[in-house]
C-alpha cells in the first residue's frame, strides 16, 4: 500500500487530524497482499480512538506513553512493529533510536512475567475460554488466570473457574 493511499486511509478511519505532529504510523507483519495488513499509531497523548480489527485490518492505536511501557516489557504488541515495521508516517530518526534502544535493552525479570500473563491471556482469548460468568446483570469472565515467579525463580500459574454452576474443561499447555 502507497503512502499517500494509507495516510487517507488512516484519516477516513480515524479523522481528518489523525495524523498529527509527532505520530508514528508503521506498517508491520507479513504485509503481503493475500495477508491481514497490520498498522500501529503512535500519537503523542493519550487517546480515546479505539483500536480496530476489522477484515484483514488491524489498527493498534497507541499513546506514546503506553507504547513505551509495552517496550519497557518486551511486550510484542510493541516490539514487533519496532523490529519488523516500516514507519510510514513520523520522524524517521526517533523510531530509529527506539529501535536502537528495544535492540539494547537486555530481558529483565518483569519482562519474563510479563510474557508468562500475556501468554496465558492470549491462549485464553485464543481458545475462546472467556465463557461470561453472569449474575443479578453483572458480567465477569468465568475463568481467571494469573502466572507469578516466587523468589526461587518457580512459575507458578493458575486457572480458575469463577463459575459456580457449570463446570468448564480446559487443557494447557506450558513450554519453557
Known amino acids: 500500500m502507497e503512502q499517500v493511499e494509507l495516510r487517507a486511509a488512516l484519516c477516513g478511519l480515524l479523522g481528518p487530524d ?3 505532529a509527532g505520530m508514528q ?3 508491520y507483519g507479513s504485509r503481503r497482499r493475500t495477508r491481514d495488513i497490520d498498522i500501529v499509531v503512535v500519537q503523542p497523548r493519550e487517546t480515546a480512538t479505539p483500536s480496530l480489527k476489522v477484515g484483514q ?3 493498534f492505536v497507541v499513546s506514546r506513553k503506553r507504547f513505551d511501557r509495552l517496550l519497557g516489557v518486551l511486550d510484542l504488541l510493541a516490539v514487533e512493529p519496532v523490529l519488523t515495521g516500516e514507519l510510514v508516517c513520523g520522524d524517521a530518526p526517533a523510531w530509529s ?3 536502537d534502544r528495544l535492540v539494547a535493552t537486555p530481558p529483565s525479570r518483569r519482562c519474563v512475567e510479563h510474557a508468562g500473563r500475556r501468554s496465558l491471556e492470549e491462549y485464553l482469548v485464543a481458545c475462546r475460554l472467556w ?3 453472569e449474575q443479578d446483570g453483572a458480567s465477569i469472565p468465568a475463568i481467571n488466570g494469573s502466572a507469578s515467579r516466587d523468589n526461587d525463580g518457580k512459575m ?3 486457572l480458575c473457574n469463577v463459575n459456580p454452576i457449570k463446570a468448564l474443561t480446559f487443557l494447557t499447555l506450558i513450554i519453557f
Open 25 to 27: 504510523v508503521v506498517v
Open 131 to 133: 465463557e461470561q460468568y
Open 97 to 99: 533510536a527506539v529501535r
Open 156 to 158: 507458578h500459574i493458575s
Open 18 to 20: 489523525c495524523l498529527a
Open 57 to 59: 485490518l488491524d489498527l
